[in-house]
Structure formats: structure tokens, C-alpha cells
């Protein structure tokens, strides 16, 4: 039995399959799911888990190089934009804000995976884009 990381095993999985430049999205509990990606559904209830908790525990396993969001984001969910914002500061991470939410599910269709957690607070959705390690 793992003592530490990620439990999840899906999860796990997915992080050591990464190569340079493969997504990853987290989302809220009403993101839909392209066709042919994998979804690794963690909601329990509505608002658990969390999206911040989820990405923030992804980023401390990943080796991310830049992080994607919808700009809808910025206006209608500013407690998650600003939190985003001091997990992945603008000097260590690439931002690429998408012009809106239908760009945004358009881009998850690259995606490995798709997390889907209980976050019930709109547009709380980001891809993941792995950097490499050396």
C-alpha cells in the first residue's frame, strides 16, 4: 500500500504516464467529457472535493510548464481565478487564457485524462500541461 502521494490510483497512473507537453484537466462537477478521454470521477457530494484541493495536491506530484483556464474565470469566479493565481505565480507558469469557456472544452479534447471533482463553482476548470524534468 502507498503511504504517500496520490492515493488515487488512476490518478497516479496518469501523472507517471506523462511525457513533455501532455495535458491534464481538472474540472468542476459540470465539465463535460469528450468523447474517447478517460474520466476519473472523484466527486463525492456537491463542493467535495474541492477543485483547488484536487489541483493543488496534482501540482505537487506534476511538472507543470503551463496552465490553462477560460477567461470567464477571471469575472465570474474571482476567489478561484485569484487562488489559481498564487498556486501557479506568473514568474514559474505560462498562462494561457483561453477567449472563452467553449474554447476552453474544445481544448480538453487533447487531453489524457479529465478529473472531475464535486467543485460547484462556475468555470473552475483548468488543463495541465506537463513540462519535463531536466
Not at 485569484?82 to 505560462?94: D, G, H, I, S, T
Request: glycine letters at 6%; aromatic letters at 8%.
Amino acid at each position: 500500500m502507498q503511504k504517500v502521494g496520490i492515493l488515487n490510483s488512476k490518478i497516479s497512473k496518469v501523472l507517471a504516464d506523462m511525457g513533455h507537453t501532455d495535458k491534464i484537466t481538472v474540472g468542476d462537477c459540470g465539465l463535460p467529457t469528450p468523447e474517447g478521454i478517460s474520466k476519473i470521477d472523484l466527486a463525492l457530494k456537491l463542493g467535495e472535493p474541492k477543485f483547488i484541493d484536487v489541483v493543488s495536491e496534482i501540482a505537487k506530484y506534476m511538472e507543470i510548464e503551463k496552465v490553462y483556464v477560460a477567461s470567464e474565470i477571471k469575472t465570474k469566479n474571482s476567489d478561484q481565478w485569484n487562488a489559481l493565481r498564487k498556486l501557479f505565480p506568473e514568474n514559474k507558469y505560462k498562462w494561457i487564457i483561453l477567449n472563452n469557456h467553449e474554447e476552453f472544452k474544445e481544448l480538453t479534447k487533447s487531453s489524457k485524462a479529465i478529473i472531475r471533482t464535486g467543485e460547484i463553482t462556475p468555470f473552475s476548470n483548468i488543463v495541465l500541461e506537463s513540462g519535463v524534468i531536466f
